[in-house]
């Protein structure tokens, strides 16, 4: 079960990536039950993008990150414990990135996150 903190509504741009990285029970089980609308977790798209490198390590701008998730990220992205790589962790960036081959590192002062393959 995909752990949902954060929801942002699918858009037309972003459905081929959820229904990629989605399994039909977690489409049920991110459905609004009020709207019928199919929800997914806030930075999904950005661990789509990290599932799809290549690259042992790479770097991105907030600006190539707010334009992958379609949102702007919060004033506590500044802070290293927002890209925190805790085990367990269950914030909104941790939970799906979990689930990629990266692990991710601010870089403080910079408006940039590194992004570390796994070992």
């Known amino acids: 079960m995909v752990a949902v903190r954060q929801l942002v ?7 081929a990536i959820a229904l990629a990285t989605v399994s039909n029970e977690d489409v049920e089980a991110l459905t609004d039950l009020k709207t019928g609308v199919v929800v997914m977790p806030k930075f999904e798209p950005l661990a789509e993008y990290c599932r799809q490198q290549t690259l042992r390590e790479f770097e991105l701008a907030f600006h190539k990150i707010e334009a992958l998730i379609g949102d702007k990220l919060p004033p506590s992205a500044l802070r290293p414990q927002y890209w925190a790589n805790v085990v367990n962790g269950t914030g909104p960036v941790r939970s799906v990135m979990k689930n990629t081959p990266y692990e991710t590192f601010l870089i403080e002062g910079s408006k940039r996150v590194r992004f570390q393959r796994k070992i």
Do not use: D, I, K, P
């Open 9 to 15: 509504t699918l858009r037309a741009s972003q459905q």
